[in-house]
């Protein structure tokens, strides 16, 4: 994928309200990667060198403690992207980044050309700003919900996300656009992956959410409403 109107999430990009010029000059900066399943973007501790814009895929970002255990986790949609937050304040990402669905195109831009670009251009510093002042808000109010909602009311409101964002629709069902596996919703709830196991099953049993062909399949979209807001 080498041009960013040929993306399908350019539109909702912090790119995408740049001109025929800019998006010509973008080009030049960006690397365009196909990934898979399990690949890493960047590693937590490693020094900062971009941020990635995701076109397609599904990625993640977990920061753990010494220990090893999760202390921040968030997915990453399409026409959303990685490693910004790190740029400005940071000489190290502070998680590690990597790709949940069967695969993802990405493209990088280099930390210099970024900056540059935050520097020279006000429509991206405008967007950028705003994207970081947006993700600091849901970031509080996640940490609030963490102390006041049920982990099982988390995991209603994460899969709400995942049909929200990441979805396509068969038969008037949204199913996900990719298979998802219960350990990775595990690691970004920070809980075991039997407790998942069975949640999981307990929203099948009820007739909310079910499996086919490896991918989720939302059956009753208020039920599960209802449970994710706790």
Known sequence: MTSCRSCPA???????EFDDAEVAALAALKKPCHLSKGDVLF???AAV????????GLLKVLQKNQSGKVIFSRLVFPADSAGHRSLFIESCYKGTASVVSESADVCFIG???VLKLFSENKVFARSLIAKLASELDRA?????????ISSFARLCQLLEGLFDHFSETQKDLKVLRSAISKVDIARLLSVADETVIRWMADLKKEEIVELRDRRFVLLNPSKLHAYAKG
Request: charged share 25%.
């Open 43 to 45: 590693e937590q501790g």
């Open 49 to 56: 060198r971009g941020m990635y814009c995701n076109a397609n």
């Open 10 to 16: 350019w539109r909702q990009s912090l790119f995408g």
């Open 111 to 113: 930390m210099a050309d």
């Open 140 to 148: 509080v109010t996640e940490q609030i919900q963490m102390k006041e």
